[in-house]
């Protein structure tokens, strides 16, 4: 079946480190692949995506890359602010032979940025 | 624009109340869902709609019933409250099929005692 393994958290850095959160996925077919933000007391938002195999998906400094030879999607930025701190979510989607949307979501991994 | 907007944000049931949870969007998105956010779990789908009429069942359904009378609402129902239904709600809505992102709301807090 289809499931997307991120690394564990949490994460804690100082502000301008360089932020690295590996997520790895396996599904069938080619689907798309997402990363979602959580900040406190909200709901997921879009962060990025990538649609194939070597896109780059990128947002507000963080930067995704679909790799299907190493089926994974790590998150990257390379100068943390204090405002980073959430908590991030990788997830895949694709079309069932249904036509309906399956979308699954690794377990979040919290990140906290220091001053 | 509103988004997806989701009512009541806390909610304190006692075991075997029913209630409703309200989800609405104005995007005129036809494919919404309801997941549960637990800690350590990450997200689980309960049920997804397709389309008004179409309804379908996620990873978790039990305990929960959900109907999708209209293209803007897709409330989530709870039968019979226990407290293994203590979570974190969202109700997410999305456009195109298979490659467009979800767009969720703020989510209800739910305790069941």
């Known amino acids: 079946g289809n499931s997307v393994t991120q690394m564990e958290g949490p994460v804690t850095l100082s502000e301008e480190a360089f932020l690295t959160i590996n997520c790895t996925y396996t599904a069938t077919g080619y689907p798309s692949l997402f990363w979602y933000v959580q900040y406190p007391g909200e709901g997921l938002q879009l962060l990025l995506k990538?649609?194939?195999?070597?896109d780059k998906g990128s947002n507000k400094g963080f930067e995704a890359t679909y790799r299907k030879e190493t089926t994974s999607f790590h998150l990257e930025k390379g100068s943390v602010q204090v405002s980073d701190s959430a908590v991030y979510f990788c997830?895949?989607?694709?079309?069932?032979?249904?036509?309906?949307?399956?979308?699954?979501f690794g377990k979040g991994t919290k990140l906290t940025v220091n001053p | 624009n509103a988004g997806v907007t989701q009512t009541p944000k806390f909610q304190v049931l006692k075991t075997g109340q029913s209630m409703t949870l309200q989800c609405a969007q104005d995007m005129n998105h036809e494919y919404m869902s309801w997941y549960r956010q637990d800690p350590g779990m990450g997200l689980r789908l309960i049920h997804y709609?397709?389309?008004?009429?179409?309804?379908d069942q996620g990873e978790v359904p039990n305990g929960y019933n959900v109907s999708r009378s209209t293209t803007e609402d897709f409330p989530l129902r709870l039968l019979s409250a226990a407290p293994s239904q203590t979570s974190v709600y969202f109700c997410?809505?999305?456009?195109?099929?298979?490659?467009?992102?979800?767009?969720f709301g703020n989510g209800t807090r739910l305790t069941v005692t």
């Open positions: 990538a649609t194939k195999a070597d």
């Open positions: 709609s397709v389309g008004a009429g179409i309804t």
């Open positions: 997410a809505s999305s456009g195109d099929r298979g490659h467009s992102p979800l767009h």
């Open positions: 997830a895949l989607q694709r079309l069932t032979q249904g036509g309906s949307e399956k979308l699954v």
